[in-house]
């Protein structure tokens, strides 16, 4: 296991859990992280504010990499400027590249985030679109030089899990980059589903923001997150299609 | 008249560095787009707002 390391764009990861820093207090980043184990967390580029003195770079302990997110974007032109903006305050050149024109269910635009990850790759940003689970729309994504894919299992914030189980699968099974499950998962046994599938990686943020304990699901999805590692590296048993199989010797007993 | 994050000011023949630590931002935290192009943090200095300028000045905050 201890070889057993996520590289995205040459970067090597030991922790398979990708944290958010959205709608929780900057004061709880520092347990959230450590409690999660996580090595990269998320952030977003807004207007700035000369009001309040607080920046959440404060709070991020050191070390952790940092994927700022194009959100609020509506089309690839819009995500290329954020992108290029939060690479010019000099935390690297990672990108979570996120285009949604719907403002009800919050669906990613997936032709649009082709077109910015292509801008992107081109420009050295290490490139982590999140996508509705399409296949066609992945192989494009690797071909315009994605680092990994970022599927959705169900709607942003909606806490309803893998809603998208089967196409995450048939990503997992063909794609040959990191297929990390972003926006939905909902609880460590979906997280854990997700990793038992395949999946590289898994990303959550309301999940843990509106549970009644930050840091303590943290924890509870790096355990879910890394238990699922496990079964995946192992290989699951079987299942039947029908009847049963016994655990225990056939021999007779008690009986002639 | 320059319009910084939206809100029209009359800052033209001003340089970008005045203006932000006039209004109190801390440069090392944010990053800059005038007209739709990135000002690298070394140009704010020599960049002197002109008519009509739109200019975004953006920092990290929470999000996933």
Same mark, same amino acid.
């Given at each position: ?52 003195? #607080? ?22 032109? #819009? ?8 690479r010019?305050?000099?935390?690297g050149n990672f ?12 669906? !990613?635009?997936?032709? #649009? ?11 050295g940003f290490v ?30 914030? &909606? ?18 980059? !990191? ?8 609880? !460590? ?55 049963? &199989? ?11 | ?47 002197? /707002? ?9 920092? /990290?905050?929470?999000?996933?």
């Amino acid at each position: 296991m201890n070889n057993d390391k996520l590289i995205i764009g040459g970067h090597e990861f030991n922790s398979r859990f990708i944290l958010g820093s959205g709608k929780y207090s900057l004061k709880l980043i520092e347990a959230a992280v450590k409690d999660a184990g996580a090595e990269i967390i998320t952030l977003a580029v807004r207007r700035a504010n000369t009001k309040e003195q #607080e920046n959440i770079l404060d709070y991020i302990p050191k070390g952790v990499t940092l994927l700022p997110n194009t959100s609020g974007a509506r089309d690839a032109k #819009e995500a290329v400027r954020i992108a290029r903006l939060a690479r010019e305050m000099g935390c690297g050149n990672f990108v979570k590249v996120e285009i949604m024109r719907d403002m009800k269910y919050l669906l !990613p635009d997936n032709q #649009e985030t082709i077109k910015a990850t292509e801008i992107l790759a081109g420009e050295g940003f290490v490139v982590m679109p999140y996508m509705y689970p399409d296949l066609n729309v992945a192989r494009d994504l690797v071909s315009a030089g994605a680092a990994a894919v970022m599927p959705l299992a169900s709607p942003i914030g &909606s806490n309803k899990g893998l809603a998208t189980k089967d196409f995450i699968q048939i990503l997992v099974d063909e794609i040959d980059l !990191p297929i990390i499950v972003d926006a939905g998962i909902g609880k !460590p046994s979906q997280a854990c589903e997700a990793m038992e599938m395949g999946a590289a990686a898994i990303m959550a943020n309301t999940a843990l923001a509106t549970a009644g304990d930050l840091p303590m699901m943290a924890s509870a999805f790096r355990q879910g997150i890394e238990a699922g590692r496990k079964a995946y590296l192992a290989g699951l048993g079987r299942v039947l299609t029908r009847g049963a &199989s016994a655990s225990d010797p056939l021999t007779g007993f008690l009986r002639d | 008249m320059v319009k910084i994050n939206g809100e029209n000011l009359d800052i033209a023949g001003r340089t970008l560095f005045e203006y932000l630590l006039d209004a109190g931002y801390d440069t090392g935290r944010i990053a800059v787009e005038k007209n739709g192009d990135i000002v690298p943090k070394a140009a704010y200095e020599k960049t002197v /707002f002109a008519d009509g300028d739109i200019v975004e000045v953006v920092s /990290f905050v929470g999000g996933g």
